[in-house]
């Protein structure tokens, strides 16, 4: 039996750079599917691309307008191929209309001086330690699909207190668990509750406007990583007239950084 | 006599979505031209494009190949507008390759609830209390093109010593100076030196392959600061086997955060 990411987000071509796909009920979202499953269609289209060279490094994607359920088409386009490093843009359009753009660099990687400045969190419980977040009830189906785990207080709590700020972590794997790759890790990179939702302690309308995704891993630490749980951890800097941002890290339970993440969120009220 | 960041990001309308502009060697960089001077090059196709609708809210630069000296053209397509956002896709062009792809999302700003969690730095001396970096000798014109001033112990030193870690604030402004706008904050928001060069305590060889920019700062916060310094901070998270991520945020001097801004760095060695 398949796992449903992996059918949420299979495309089958249609000729030169053209796929089709289709969203899935599991990874619905409040309207529309979830965007990280979106993210990882379109990059998946580069994924399985002919042309393809090397790995995923960076990708934004913008969402444009709401995806209706049902049949979507990808373009994927290697606009340009160098030596070490090649350049997409995607559209995926919905009877004919541009719903959402994207572009991602690939590149093949050679061994380096490496470091990491950033800390991972030094006091976060083991995720056998904790609770997972229930996935029953109202609300939509994909934060069902990601088995999250919050430490005591960090959960969101949307008991209409305001917050003085945003930041939280947990650790997150797929459910079932399913062993980590690019699509699945630029899906998960979507996972971080509303940061508004937190700070404003209820949710208000939202929709992600633009996001982008560093990929700091290779292949073979994503192999490593297969499908327990990774760290993440969320914050926001501002929310203004409309917008605000939210980042996040993403960890392995080694405590590698895997990815990071940025995104603009429209908001009302 | 027009400044010239203008002279720079000068276009010519060449009939529908299309432009041309040119390299200006006042923004020269090592080879070809500073980065963010293009990036507010193909904003500006944006921002003067008779659709446009609204202001930056996001964008993604990704440059694909060095840019040579000389004309370009930049296709600007408003792909889709709503009420109140607007969804772009940018290629420049160079001998019909293409150099750089981008998107942004542009929008009408309305008054909502609001608030910031990010913290500007509180114990960052006045621009007026610190020296400018020099201006004079060897390397690449468009450091001069902007008046930065670091706080003591903070200034890029390529001394050879490795440093552990690479976070730093500095002052900056265009010079001679000129009322910030979108462009010019775009622009801006390239200058941060890469931080491997402060982290390793000399240059390296390195690229930038993607930068992502949020502005925060709508039309009037931009207007209010004009041509006075405003506050950065920029850090990077991890250098990893070709890739380095920095990111930084950008502050008016009431404080206001005006930008963050996120790129994605290749590296040799």
Redo the contacts between chains.
């Keep these: 039996m398949s796992h449903d990411f992996d059918d949420a987000v299979r495309l089958v071509p249609l000729g030169e750079n053209r796929y089709t796909g289709a969203t899935h009920p599991a990874y619905a979202n409040m309207v529309g599917p979830y965007g990280g499953v979106t993210t990882a269609a379109m990059l998946n289209a580069g994924l399985q691309h002919p042309e393809r060279l090397g790995d995923p490094?960076?990708m934004?994607v913008?969402f444009?307008?709401p995806l209706a359920d049902g049949a979507f088409e990808i373009e994927a386009r290697p606009?340009?191929t160098?030596r070490?490093?090649q350049?997409w843009?995607f559209?995926l359009r919905q009877s004919g209309?541009?719903?959402v753009?994207?572009?991602a660099?690939f590149?093949t990687?050679?061994?380096?001086?490496?470091?990491?400045?950033?800390v991972a969190p030094a006091d976060m419980p083991a995720a056998a330690a904790l609770e997972r977040m229930p996935a029953t009830g109202a609300g939509p189906q994909w934060p069902r699909r990601y088995d999250m785990r919050f430490p005591p207080g960090e959960a969101m709590r949307l008991d209409g207190i305001e917050q003085a700020?945003?930041?939280s972590r947990l650790w997150v794997r797929d459910d079932p668990p399913r062993p980590l790759d690019f699509a699945a890790l630029a899906s998960l990179c979507d996972c971080f509750f509303p940061r508004i939702y937190i700070?404003?302690g209820r949710p208000v309308p939202i929709g992600t406007?633009?996001m982008?995704t560093?990929f700091?891993a290779?292949a073979a630490q994503l192999a490593e990583q297969g499908g327990r749980h990774v760290l993440g951890v969320a914050?926001?800097?501002?929310?203004?007239?409309?917008?605000f941002?939210q980042?996040a890290?993403v960890w392995s339970d080694s405590g590698q950084?895997m990815a990071?993440t940025?995104q603009?969120v429209?908001?009302?009220?």
Tied chains: 1, 2.
């Design positions: 490094i960076a934004t913008n444009a307008a606009v340009r160098n070490s490093t350049h843009t559209q209309d541009v719903a753009t994207a572009t660099v590149a990687r050679r061994e380096t001086w490496s470091a990491t400045e950033a700020q945003a930041r700070r404003r406007v633009s982008t560093f700091h290779d914050r926001a800097l501002t929310y203004r007239n409309g917008y941002d980042s890290e950084l990071s940025h603009m429209y908001y009302r009220e």
